[in-house]
């Protein structure tokens, strides 16, 4: 069977000053449809890197990444941007960005612009996914600017999930102001692929934002630990360890 | 810990959390009733791997290690283990003697009556290595050792690892790391609307155990760099 996403050897570099920094070395993995993937680390451990790279915004130095059995690291910006449009959502809060007086159904309707449907069907589209988020009726027509951080998390959900993904990819979700915000959201994610079949890659720095997850990785040194014998890395003899390195070599 | 999961049959869901929680909070303090582990065990004859029965173990693989690096008494053995393990392990001389012993029984350690240092007309033991403990230290520092308290494994084999163990110890951390990993996935979800004082203390039990976790796989991940950093200088 073949998997939604694949990372196969895949590594990448960064420059640093003079030097160029080893964020992910030679790393494969696998996700499936449906399955639910955390990725923990520490600050600047590569989680944000290995995020965008599966969803096509950054491309890796070596290595092959396929979405589907289609080859992203080949695909051209417009393509990628396509599938990121489509198949693939990717959301990250720090992202978060509204235009000021806009309505936070029109908010989440306007993203639907590359489907095909009138404003009003994708507005209806809009409310229905917004009240799977638990934004209701009132809260979609008040303006973006009026959410607290906790709601432009969910908005951000609702943006995504209303183009039906079949992979979404979160990083970093949010810092949420209280720990039953935060497992509420998370509950509420889990369950939305659940119903969708929808495969999840979620990056956090905590451990308890992972929570239900099917498969769990560590990522540190541009080295990835996961409880699936399929998400590793390759180790070779003599491979060179993820850190810095001067360009060139 | 798969034991704790299927007796969860037929009992609600709070209880079955409790259970998931209490299990993985154990096997962190080293309690936990885990598996036999297959794999590198397997392979070894047991008479190799008999000293590395019980709750000892890391007491004792340290003390191989220590005996590679030179001989001593009792004493001095168990004074050069509390160095080296430091303040957090409780190292009482009393049972570094039994060890030693044990570790004698099994052809891992000889002793010798040797005149003390200060006070020629007394004696007492000193420890020496025999042909065996260069191999049974390698072999610990590849066994996993899951009836023990894995981190305290882990500490007492990197405090006494030689240069040469480097690899052996990488991988024990990663094995350790992934470890954590699982016991992370076994902790049932919370939907984050505790409306009880039962579910809101489940709640905090679960943060707890999460909050270990990651402090464990943070440990394991600096201690992994800096070896690799150290190797790659020496190198």
Redesign the interface.
């Known amino acids: 069977m073949t998997s939604l996403l694949s990372f196969l050897n895949v590594s990448k570099r960064y420059p640093d000053g003079g030097r160029a920094v080893l964020v992910l070395d030679r790393v494969s993995l696998e996700v499936d449809a449906g399955v639910s993937v955390g990725v923990y680390g520490a600050r600047r451990s590569g989680k944000s890197t290995l995020l965008r790279l599966a969803a096509g915004i950054a491309l890796p130095d070596s290595g092959t990444i396929r979405f589907d059995g289609r080859d992203i690291t080949q695909m051209t910006g417009g393509e990628r941007g396509r599938l990121l449009r489509g198949e693939m959502a990717f959301m990250c809060a720090a992202d978060w960005r509204a235009n000021p007086g806009e309505t936070v159904v029109d908010h989440v309707a306007t993203s639907l612009g590359s489907e095909g449907l009138t404003m009003r069907e994708a507005r209806r589209r809009a409310m229905h996914v917004l009240d799977r988020v638990e934004i209701g009726a009132a809260g979609a027509h008040e303006p973006t600017i009026a959410l607290s951080a906790a709601e432009s998390v969910r908005v951000m959900l609702a943006r995504a999930l209303a183009r039906n993904p079949r992979l979404l990819v979160l990083d970093e979700p949010a810092l949420f102001p209280n720990l039953s915000e935060r497992d509420g959201f998370y509950a509420m994610l889990r369950s939305a692929a659940r119903e969708r079949n929808m495969a999840l890659l979620v990056a956090s720095e905590e451990m308890a934002s992972l929570q239900g997850f099917n498969v769990l990785i560590s990522i540190a040194d541009g080295e990835l630990i996961s409880t699936e014998a399929r998400a590793t890395v390759v180790s070779l003899p003599g491979r060179r360890r993820a850190g810095t390195e001067r360009p060139g070599r | 810990m798969r034991a704790t999961v299927a007796e969860t049959q037929g009992q609600d869901v709070g209880t079955i959390r409790q259970n998931v929680l209490v299990a993985v909070l154990s096997s962190l303090a080293g309690s936990a009733p885990t598996r036999p582990r297959r794999g590198a065990m397997a392979s070894v004859s047991a008479e190799k791997t008999r000293w590395m029965r019980g709750p000892s173990t890391p007491l004792r693989g340290a003390l191989l290690g220590l005996l590679l690096e030179r001989p001593g008494h009792g004493g001095d053995l168990a004074n050069r283990l509390s160095v080296r393990l430091g303040e957090t392990w409780r190292v009482d001389t009393n049972d570094v003697y039994r060890l030693l012993e044990q570790l004698e029984n099994t052809g891992l350690a000889a002793s010798r009556d040797e005149p003390k240092r200060n006070n020629n007309r007394r004696t007492h033991l000193v420890y020496y290595p025999t042909e065996q403990t260069p191999e049974a230290l390698t072999l610990w520092m590849e066994t996993l050792l899951p009836r023990e308290p894995v981190r305290l494994g882990l500490q007492a084999k990197l405090s006494v690892a030689r240069q040469q163990d480097a690899p052996r110890v990488l991988i024990a951390l990663?094995a350790y790391?992934?470890e954590c990993?699982?016991l992370?996935?076994l902790?049932?979800?919370?939907?984050?609307?505790?409306r009880s004082w039962t579910a809101l203390c489940m709640?905090c039990t679960?943060?707890a155990v999460?909050?270990q976790?990651?402090v464990e796989?943070?440990w394991a991940?600096r201690t992994?760099?800096r070896i690799?950093?150290f190797?790659?200088r020496s190198q």
């Open positions: 990663k790391e992934r990993l699982v992370a996935r902790v049932l979800p919370t939907d984050g609307s505790a709640d679960r943060e999460y909050a976790l990651q796989i943070d991940t992994r760099r690799n950093e190797m790659e």
